[in-house]
Every structure is written in C-alpha cells, then in structure tokens.
C-alpha cells in the first residue's frame, strides 16, 4: 500500500513490557517523525529523523528509543512501558523528490494503553 | 520557551465564515502551518505560510504576519465536514520540526 501505515493500530500492554510501534512510508521521505497526543491535546514531538542512521530527540523523548536502518522505516520503541505513556502516537514523514519538507503526511496512528 | 496560543473551542453556523487565530512565541521561526484532525482521525496538512499576506486554498485562507507573531485560518461557506480541530504548527527551526498549539476545537450548528 501506498502512503504511510502504522502498525498496530491498537495495543494494550503492562506497565514494565517493552513495546515496539511500527512505522512504514513508500514515499522515500527523508524525514520522519513520533509525536504522541494525549486527549484533548496537540501533538509532541518525540524522535525524528533526517535521514537513514540519523535520528535525534524531540520535546519528550525520555522512555523511548528509535532507530532508522532503512529509509523507509521508523520504528519506536518503549523500553519498559509506563501509565503515563498510554496515548496516541503518530508516525508523520516529509520530504521527497519534490522537496516539499514543509508539509507533513500522518500515519493513521497507534491507540497505546498502559495497564 | 516556546509557545503557541490558539482559541480551544470556536463555534460558527453552516454556510457562515469563522477565523482561527495564533500567536506564537519561539526561538526562531521559519513558518507557520495549518493541520486540520476530525475526531478519531490523524492530523491532514491544510496550509503553510512563511512570509507576511493571505494565502487562499479554495475555502480556506490563511494569514501571517511575521511582525505581530501572529496569524490565522479563514473557514468560508462552512460546511458540517468542517467540524473538526485544528491545530497551529510553527517550524522554528532549519531542521523541519514543528511545534504544535493544542487545537481549536470547530463546532459547526446547522
């Protein structure tokens, strides 16, 4: 499929599990982003990525881990899953061919609950 | 720090025209970006501003004006579709990464 898809779309888990949210793009964007949304809220930036092997940290990145070996996908990781980090995630990527950086493109998004 | 300000409810009348307004506070400032997210839905890119007018996508425009910090989104011929939230972005930084208002909630009334 084309576009960018997240995998699961739900999950349930225990506080302590380690979680693995997946993120896939066939657009070859250079950019890619986790940003979390609590309800009722805007959007915050957790990693990103400029490139392949090249990630940095965003406004909330405590908790998390990510990696990027291929271009085409994002992966973020919660090493050991807290309560407080039950919420939406969304995976987002720009860039391209056409060099548009300036619009980001969501993925449908992960329902995450931490028991 | 760094901050965006935007309105948390706005409620217009179908066919009528609203205005979203933003203010921001950051460090640096290399545009300002419009995103619109129906409930249950992910955010879907609208607008993206980097100098000073209006600029017009069909019946949505919107505003910037680098000298106030400060901008906004035009809704005309409001539509019940149009019930949504919207969120305010800036990019305040070369390296493409956004910092979000916590959202204007529209709520359109037949």
């Known amino acids: 499929d084309a576009g960018i898809t997240q995998s699961p779309r739900y999950k349930i888990t225990e506080t302590g599990r380690q979680v693995t949210l997946m993120c896939h793009q066939t657009w070859s964007h250079s950019y890619m982003f986790w940003y979390r949304q609590d309800l009722g809220h805007g959007l915050r930036l957790i990693y990103y990525s400029a490139a392949a092997d090249i990630t940095d940290k965003g406004e909330v990145p405590d908790g998390y881990v990510v990696s990027r070996s291929k271009t085409e996908n994002f992966p973020l990781t919660l090493e050991s899953a807290t309560r407080s980090q039950t919420s939406v995630y969304f995976c987002?990527?720009?860039?391209?061919?056409?060099?548009?950086?300036?619009?980001?493109?969501f993925g449908p998004g992960t329902r995450l609950t931490v028991l | 720090g760094q901050s965006l300000e935007q309105p948390s409810e706005v409620t217009a009348v179908e066919g009528a025209i609203v205005q979203i307004n933003c203010t921001y506070q950051?460090?640096?400032?290399?545009?300002l970006s419009w995103y619109q997210q129906h409930d249950g839905g992910a955010p879907t890119f609208l607008s993206y501003?980097?100098l000073d007018g209006l600029e017009e996508t069909g019946r949505f425009s919107s505003f910037l004006s680098r000298s106030d910090s400060y901008g906004y989104l035009l809704l005309q011929e409001l539509q019940m579709k149009d019930s949504a939230s919207y969120f305010c972005?800036?990019?305040?930084?070369?390296?493409?990464?956004?910092?979000w208002g916590a959202g204007t909630k529209l709520i359109i009334k037949p």
């Open positions: 501003n980097a």
């Open positions: 972005a800036v990019r305040d930084s070369s390296n493409y990464q956004l910092i």
């Open positions: 950051t460090s640096g400032f290399y545009g």
């Open positions: 987002a990527s720009s860039g391209g061919d056409l060099g548009n950086y300036n619009e980001q493109f």
